[in-house]
């Protein structure tokens, strides 16, 4: 609690009962309890009022869900056309280079295998 310690809180509530009296204690501790209570209700209700308008606004752009997937498939239908046009470009590079693209063939037989040496007597 705010960094201190017993001995602190006693010290402070020791001042506070000289300060203010024994008669006007228990008043003043109920009316900061109170405001203290109050204090975190209109926190609470601040949070609260903040994550519904934060939730409105979400529903409000998933509105029209239409709209979106009809513009999601144009963007990925604009995307393919230029990936398929770039690799007919390159690919039509590469013939009239005379460069060819060679793929390693992985599925040979002739790796080496470590075999361990036969221990006889």
């Known amino acids: 609690m705010f960094g201190l310690g017993m001995p602190e809180i006693l010290m402070i509530l020791a001042i506070a009962l000289i300060v203010i009296g ?7 501790a109920k009316t900061l309890g109170r405001a203290l209570g109050e204090f ?8 609260r009022s903040i994550d519904v308008e934060t ?3 979400d529903i409000k752009d998933i509105a029209d869900p239409e709209t979106d997937l ?12 230029t990936t398929a046009t770039s690799r007919e470009d390159s690919s039509s590079q590469d013939s009239q280079d005379g460069h060819s693209k060679e793929v390693p063939d992985n599925n040979t037989d002739d ?3 470590d075999k361990e040496p036969d221990k006889t007597d």
Do not use: G, H, M
């Not at 024994?22 to 003043?28: A, F, G, N, S």
């Open 22 to 28: 024994p008669k006007k204690l228990p008043e003043l």
């Open 40 to 47: 975190k209700r209109s926190a609470q209700d601040f949070k």
């Open 55 to 57: 939730t409105v606004k």
């Open 70 to 81: 009809k513009e999601i498939i144009k963007d990925a239908n604009i995307k393919d056309e």
């Open 111 to 113: 790796t080496p295998v």
